[in-house]
């Protein structure tokens, strides 16, 4: 063998070019086998999509930059050594039979490795783009938000349409927040829970109004709430209301809650949840703005001229549309309404109620208290009925275990009311936050809290209402008086302050 062919072959096979190559073929291979296993079997994890579209595509990589470097270092110690022969760079002459070969290698091996690599960015960008990437890789930190999308009415919706959207400039903003968000994961460094609302936003009309559009909001809806009493034979009631979810008045039923979207409203919020709302401005068509002043804790003129003035968004009233968590209470009346918990059990939805609202370490804590607590309730009260009705209790329990894993994560301190909805005023102000009846202008005109700007009330069947009975105004299921009009629903029905701070109790007066 000539000193030249020598000499080529030197700058290849060498240890560190040797490992290179082992880098690089250990890394193709290995992304082929798993892309094969995930094609063949259809598994879709994310810790293998972690490797194969990450780990496996850094291994290759780093062995192809280890071969030029072994073939760099090896010619510089050759020339080191003042062998002159050997120039400055590479000579690439295609006559020479060993370097025509070499360079044929070279440049099947590079298209080879770049359609891999290539295949493997795309398929890293999609799997960036999945809700396995975004909900299940940080298993902890997003479970609660996880479960609740995968129950939602977006589950079928990628979590990058509504945080992130169309267009290069909102993804770049995602990826480097993204890199903090790692590095929180990584370090334990992360809060629990998870506080809300999420600041800078995308606005809505980027996001939501791809599928939502305003100027299809003119219509009522009709909808019946179904709610059962905490008695001994879970009472049925059922509310029914004509919504009105329209945007532009064009008609007795067409106008109504979307409203907000057809005007420019903006609003300044005292506190980070935006419940305390003491300022609220509309721009008219004409272009002059009304301002709303709360009657109550009112804000200064230098408070407001250093507020942050927000424009009202779609996300500002439906701040839940997909990671969705219910009050035990009315996961009980779903279950009740669906036929996935026997309603003839007696007191059910109460116990359940009791027991899904105490405190526990853990989840598997939580299921063990079900699975005990429930039969022991039945077998002690009602040992017919335990005997009888065994099949429904257990599968009773199931269901409340089910409901406890959804809307409880005591690992992130979330519960159900750790993130209250805006949309509606049962458990939290919501609407009231606004619609008070305190918020003035100036020229008289008061944010009303007219009941029927919203919904009408076509039916109520309840116990405390005569059948056949068609009542024109709400009856509510005990006589309070004129604090129906009075207090708001959440005053009663509320969030305790510990529950807005993520703490897990609330106070709920159940009738």
């Known amino acids: 063998m000539s000193d030249t062919r020598k000499r080529i072959l030197s700058y290849l096979f060498n240890p ?12 193709t291979v290995l992304i082929i086998a798993f892309l094969a296993i995930e094609m063949f079997t259809g598994i879709e994890n994310p810790y293998m999509g972690l490797l194969v579209y990450f780990a496996f595509p850094g291994i290759l990589i780093f062995g192809l930059l280890l071969v030029p470097l072994g073939g760099w270092i090896v010619r510089t110690r050759l020339r080191s050594k003042g062998i002159t022969e050997i120039q400055k760079l590479p000579v690439l002459d295609l006559n020479n039979p060993l370097k025509l070969k070499l360079t044929i290698f070279f440049v099947v091996a590079t298209i080879v490795f770049a359609v891999i690599v290539g295949v493997a960015s795309l398929k890293g ?19 609660p938000e996880h479960t609740a999308w995968s129950n939602s009415p977006h589950a079928k919706v990628k979590c990058v349409e509504c945080h992130v959207g169309p267009g290069a400039q909102w993804y770049v903003k995602a990826k480097i927040s993204g890199l903090r968000q790692v590095y929180a994961v990584l370090t334990h460094s992360f809060p629990t829970p998870i506080e809300t609302p999420i600041e800078n936003l995308r606005p809505a009309r980027d996001t939501c109004e791809h599928c939502h559009w305003p100027e299809k909001f003119y ?51 005292k506190d980070r949840k935006r419940n305390d709302i003491p300022y609220v401005a509309v721009k008219e068509a004409d272009g002059a703005v009304t301002e709303y002043f709360t009657t109550e804790n009112p ?15 779609c996300t500002d009233c439906h701040n839940r549309p997909t990671h969705i968590y219910h009050a035990p209470g009315e996961e009980m009346d779903m279950k009740f309404v669906t036929g996935k918990i026997d309603r003839s059990l007696p007191f059910i939805k109460k116990i359940a109620v ?15 208290a079900i699975a005990s607590a429930i039969p022991a309730y039945y077998a002690k009260e009602y040992p017919a009925i335990a005997k009888e009705k065994a099949a429904a209790i257990t599968q009773a329990v199931e269901q409340i ?6 809307n409880f994560f005591p690992e992130m301190k979330v519960s159900w009311s750790t993130y209250p909805s805006n949309l509606g005023h049962f458990y939290t102000p919501g609407c009231f936050r606004c619609h008070d009846g305190k918020h003035k202008a100036a020229n008289g005109k008061i944010i009303s809290k007219d009941c029927k700007i919203c919904h009408t009330l076509l ?34 029905h509320r969030i305790g302050e510990d529950d807005v701070a993520g703490g897990g109790k609330h ?3 159940k009738h």
Not at 126 to 135: K, L, R
Not at 354 to 368: F, G, R, S, V
Not at 465 to 476: L, N, R, T, Y
Request: proline share 5%.
């Open 125 to 143: 960008f999609e799997f960036t783009e999945s809700t396995n990437f975004c909900g299940e890789l940080c298993h902890q930190v997003m479970s």
């Open 459 to 492: 039916n109520q069947t309840q116990e405390n209402i005569p059948a056949g009975s068609k009542p024109k105004e709400f009856v509510h299921p005990v006589d309070i008086g004129d604090e129906l009009v009075k207090t708001n629903c959440s005053e009663c």
């Open 299 to 313: 804000i200064s003129k230098d408070e407001l001229a250093k507020a942050n003035k927000r424009l009202m968004d």
């Open 16 to 27: 560190i070019s040797l490992a290179g190559f082992v880098f690089a073929i250990l890394g």
């Open 507 to 509: 106070e709920q007066k």
């Open 219 to 269: 219509v009522g809806r009709q909808k019946i709430f179904y709610h059962y009493a905490p008695n001994q034979e879970n009472t049925p009631r059922e509310i029914d209301m004509l919504i009105h979810i329209g945007a532009n008045p064009k008609g007795p039923n067409t106008k109504g809650i979307h409203w907000h979207i057809g005007k420019e409203v903006t609003f300044v919020a």
């Open 401 to 406: 275990k089910d409901i406890y894993s959804r």
């Open 354 to 368: 009791d027991i899904l609202e105490k405190p526990y370490k853990n989840t598997k804590e939580a299921h063990a």
